[in-house]
């Protein structure tokens, strides 16, 4: 018999003896038995229900574990492969829209690649590129986020007067900084898109890689250059010039004197010194007129982190050969954002939905905010 059935037993005996008691044809002896076996009976169904409910929470983080790796397993890792999650979504051959936030020639369409592939051939989806400038330049800058679309920051004004050392009850000099000048720069808005067929975007894995190396990738070049571009461009940089028939040591000394103009003019220390491959490759073979060493050490003894004079060195053919820039690039400037990259797709653009095609946009907005000039000096060889 199980509990259930004893408890509606024991119900219907008690409610028996009650009636019998009443009657005067039983004792209270009796109908206290009947109460006690009832009252046994309801114990043993509380523990049993006490020791299901303990059997369940030890199983439930087992479950929520198991549940969790797989909504970690699924969870996309990527920009690309976020995107790919959301076009999952979508029907071929239907009109849609996506706005995926973040995190080729410019008339070309990215078709599967022709040739028929039997079942004996090994077909390697991974594309060859070509060149990948190395996007170093926003790492050397500090980094800001605003809310709005404009900043305005101030830059403070040159000291006046100059403290010194005064004898006792004479008078003390006063110093004064001049008023603050306001610098507005505003984000711009740096884009980039491509066109894929619906054959090449049901292949998801190949779209998510096209959107990680290749979209990605030009707009993280366009960012690079942008940066450069508006840093030269700063109105307040500090300039140099390096004589046309200058040696290897007369560019390294120029080097060294604008690191020591960008401490003594801003008070920072230069963190990063920015060149072409081509002013690195001419530095680095240099050697001595008498004993043909190199200056920096041979072939063999290569350096871990380029630096010139214990500056860290960043090469990129974002800055022109002949064109140096040494600064102060974490406290002197840095690089304002608003949200992050966002990738957006519709096949409803121009006549991509008659052809089957997909337009794939990537963008983002931001700023350079060169808050002390006096921190960065470019130099310029002469022709």
């Not at 711009?188 to 491509?194: F, G, L, Q, T």
Request: hydrophobic content about 40%; aromatic content about 6%; some cysteine.
């Amino acid at each position: 018999m199980t509990l259930k059935e004893r408890f509606e037993a024991a119900k219907a005996a008690l409610t028996e003896v009650k009636s019998a008691v009443e009657a005067g044809e039983k004792s209270a002896e009796d109908l206290q038995g009947a109460i006690t076996e009832l009252e046994t009976v309801q114990a043993q169904i509380k523990a049993a229900d006490e020791a299901e409910a303990l059997m369940k929470g030890l199983e439930t983080p087992k479950a929520e574990k198991a549940d969790k790796e797989v909504e970690e397993k699924a969870m996309p890792r990527t920009l690309g492969e976020n995107f790919v999650e959301a076009i999952k979504a979508q029907t071929i051959g239907k009109k849609f829209d996506l706005n995926i936030p973040a995190f080729k020639a410019a008339t070309d369409t990215q078709t599967s690649p022709a040739g028929a592939v039997d079942f004996a051939t090994t077909f390697d989806k991974n594309v060859v590129t070509g060149a990948r400038v190395p996007l170093v330049v926003r790492d050397l800058f500090g980094s800001e986020t605003i809310s709005g679309s404009t900043l305005v920051y101030l830059v403070e004004g040159a000291m006046q007067g100059a403290p010194a050392v005064t004898a006792e009850g004479a008078e003390k000099p006063q110093i004064h900084f001049g008023d603050p000048t306001p610098k507005t720069v505003s984000l711009k808005k740096i884009a980039c898109h491509i066109k894929e067929s619906d054959e090449y975007i049901s292949d998801y894995p190949f779209l998510a890689s096209a959107i990680n190396g290749r979209l990605l990738y030009e707009l993280g070049l366009i960012e690079q250059n942008t940066l450069v571009t508006d840093l030269l461009g700063t109105s307040g940089i500090q300039t140099g010039t390096i004589a046309a028939n200058a040696t290897v040591t007369d560019v390294a000394d120029a080097i060294l004197q604008a690191a020591m103009d960008v401490q003594q003019s801003s008070g920072f220390a230069a963190d990063a010194i920015v060149l072409n491959p081509a002013d690195w490759y001419a530095l680095r073979v240099g050697k001595a007129s008498g004993t043909g060493q190199y200056f920096g050490g041979g072939y063999f003894g290569a350096q871990d982190v380029p630096n010139l004079w214990g500056i860290p060195v960043c090469v990129t053919p974002a800055v022109a050969a002949g064109t140096i820039v040494v600064g102060a690039f974490k406290t002197c400037g840095s690089v304002v954002g608003k949200g992050g990259v966002s990738v957006e797709a519709t096949n409803t653009n121009e006549d991509d939905f008659v052809k089957n095609l997909m337009t794939i946009r990537a963008e983002e907005r931001l700023a350079l905010a060169v808050r002390r000039p006096a921190g960065f000096k470019k130099l310029t060889k002469a022709s």
